[in-house]
């Protein structure tokens, strides 16, 4: 045997220091776009994200809900492969059929309705923000708005009226017919508000102008004006049923495949992404997982778009106490970022490298694309929203989520796990709960103000810059400690980040 060099390290293990702050470097500033799949060094790449968040390619998390609202807020999901493909091809095409317009009229709801009726409906349509009307259709007078933000399901029992959270339309900003986009733009971001309602002169709704519409960055105002644009979405795929999964999918309209395995160094991740090349060479297809510079490029080389990294650090996981296989987090993203860099100048072709599994804290998501991430997966993080399709179960101290491992005896997803073989003979994932974190837009939303922050601190406006300018330090046991309150804590952070 071979030991390596180094020591299997993880995210806990690493912060960052501040670099100088330019006065120009500001968080609203700072551009998250990132990209999703491969292109020649110094291109733009065919696929990119506006943020860099993809969902984990799970039962527990994917759902057209979840999908919807992170490809709203810029980033994608990839729907999972553990069920009959025409299952998974009809979530497919729920998110391509949603209008990803800037106008958006199908949020209504009457003032008498309960709450219960808002929430599913935001459930569905994605939208952090209801009109209420008199007549509970798009075209009945505007009577208020209801933000996700003002409700909040469990201080509010589900038969609440909606009219107890409503705010009145005399006290919100209402814009009229003849507003340009490039209006409605300035004020949404002015007045820092998630959506206008835009009423005729008889009061009457006539659209809702959503701020994530548009794009997060004023840099690119009006970046939906023209165009019949359809919202993006990926599948997982597995090296077992490919030949057949893999045309219903692209029938179904998705935007990008990825092999998912919990050990993508294998000979049947490389023949089956070479088979989709061949037969779909349109279609982006994505591999892993590795953990190391050798095993990216056996996949760059097969023709991976992007690879992912990460055996045995994600949260529902046992792979490492069950086989003993799997590195630190952070090691094996900055060994395979090292060989992605080393593969760009050699081939002159980027492939993006995608941080999955194991990040616990918001700030280890920063952590990631500091030692080289192109884009982050989540399992965890995504599972705690409304939009992801666990039960919400209530316990004394509020609610939690279904969570499990698709490696779990729950999920029993033998094409992730086994090679070869077609039986799971034991287990590679547990079955739990996660503490319910409302709905996606609102959090993401406090995860990017962060990011930026950190990216702010750092003096890097892009993702970029970030890389190759971050400078990390190793912490010892004695000064992680530091890092925390030694005071009596009065409120929990996340209390003031939701206020
Ligand atoms: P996390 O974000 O919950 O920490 O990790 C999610 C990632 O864990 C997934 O994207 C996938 O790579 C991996 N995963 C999913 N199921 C299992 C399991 O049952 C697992 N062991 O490790």
């Known amino acids: 045997a071979q030991i390596i060099d180094g020591v299997s390290r993880t995210f806990n293990e690493f912060l960052l220091l501040p670099n100088r702050t330019r006065t120009d470097c500001s968080p609203e500033a700072v551009d998250l776009g990132t990209p999703l799949v491969r ?117 509010h029992p589900a038969d609440e009226p909606v009219s107890s959270r409503m705010i009145p339309v005399d006290v919100l900003p209402v814009a009229t017919d003849d507003i340009t986009l490039s209006q409605a733009n300035s004020r949404l971001w002015d007045e820092r508000l998630d959506c206008l309602p835009v009423v005729d002169g008889d009061g009457r709704l006539r659209h809702l102008v959503f701020r994530s519409d548009y794009s997060d960055n004023k840099r690119f105002p009006n970046q939906l004006v023209d165009a019949d644009k359809r919202l993006r979405v990926g599948a997982g795929v597995n090296t077992h049923d490919y030949r057949e999964r893999i045309p219903e999918l692209a029938a179904a309209g998705a935007d990008v495949l990825c092999f998912d395995s919990s050990d993508g160094f294998s000979d049947w991740q490389a023949q ?113 929203f409304d939009q992801a399709p666990g039960a919400k179960l209530p316990t004394r101290d509020g609610f939690v989520k279904e969570y499990w491992g698709e490696g779990s005896g729950r999920a029993r997803n033998w094409q992730r796990y086994e090679q070869g073989g077609q039986s799971l003979v034991f287990e590679e994932g547990v079955d739990g709960y996660v503490p319910y974190a409302g709905d996606l837009n609102e959090g993401l939303a406090v995860t990017i103000a962060k990011m930026r922050a950190t990216m702010v601190s750092c003096g890097a406006l892009t993702i970029p810059d970030f890389q190759s300018t971050a400078r990390l330090t190793v912490v010892s046991e004695q000064s992680f400690q530091e890092s925390h309150a030694t005071v009596a804590v009065r409120d929990a952070p996340d209390a003031f980040e939701r206020s």
Request: charged fraction near 20%; include cysteine.
């Open 272 to 384: 089956a992404i070479a088979w989709t090349k061949e037969h779909f060479p349109g279609l982006p297809v994505g591999g892993g997982n590795v953990v190391d510079g050798e095993a990216f490029r056996f996949l760059a080389g097969a023709g991976a778009d992007f690879v992912k990294v990460g055996v045995g650090g994600g949260s529902i996981c046992i792979t490492r106490d069950q086989k003993g296989i799997g590195r630190g987090q952070a090691s094996a993203v900055l060994d395979v970022a090292a060989a992605r860099d080393a593969w760009a100048a050699e081939s002159g072709q980027y492939v993006p490298i995608c941080s999955d599994g194991g990040l616990v804290h918001d700030y280890h998501m920063s952590l990631a694309l500091a030692m080289g991430a192109d884009f982050v997966m989540m399992g965890r993080y995504f599972a705690r």
């Open 39 to 155: 292109h020649a060094v110094g291109d733009p790449s065919p696929i990119a994200l506006r943020a860099p968040f993809t969902s984990a390619i799970m039962q527990a998390v994917g759902s057209p809900e979840l999908a919807i609202a992170l490809a709203r807020n810029g980033g994608l999901s990839f729907l999972h492969h553990n069920r009959p493909v025409a299952d998974q091809a009809a979530d497919i095409r729920a998110v391509k059929n949603f209008k990803a317009g800037f106008v958006v009229s199908d949020t209504n709801v009457r003032p008498g309705d309960p709450l219960s009726t808002l929430q599913e409906l935001m459930r569905r349509t994605g939208h952090s923000t209801a009109a209420v009307t008199d007549d509970g259709t798009g075209t009945g007078r505007l009577l208020g708005l209801v933000t996700s933000r003002d409700f909040h399901p469990q201080r």
